[in-house]
């Protein structure tokens, strides 16, 4: 669980970030799921783009990912998500809380 501090920070990190997925219509397929567990263990914090023809709204979307990735939702802006995971990956740079 992210106090509210560690989540702004974590808020501010990933405002300069580019969101690395969109997700459109259609359902949440493995593949989707798959690409976005590496890309939590390579980064630990990424930004999903949530496009206007998605089958489900940000704020479920956000709660569903969560869920499957066991991530935690920093924040929802808009149509964009953060999430956060703590990488056990060795090699990467990890984001001091």
């Given at each position: ?39 939590l263990s ?13 089958d ?19 924040c929802?802006i ?10 056990d990956?060795?090699?990467i740079?990890h984001?001091?809380?």
């Amino acid at each position: 669980m992210l106090s509210s501090k560690q989540r702004a920070k974590l808020k501010g990190l990933a405002s300069t970030q580019p969101a690395i997925f969109q997700i459109g219509k259609g359902e949440i397929s493995d593949a989707l799921i798959e690409g976005l567990d590496a890309a939590l263990s390579a980064r630990e914090l990424i930004k999903v783009s949530v496009l206007r023809n998605c089958d489900y709204d940000a704020d479920d979307l956000m709660r569903v990912l969560e869920m499957k990735l066991r991530a935690e939702a920093v924040c929802r802006i808009g149509s964009k998500i953060v999430l956060y995971r703590y990488s056990d990956k060795k090699g990467i740079k990890h984001i001091e809380l």
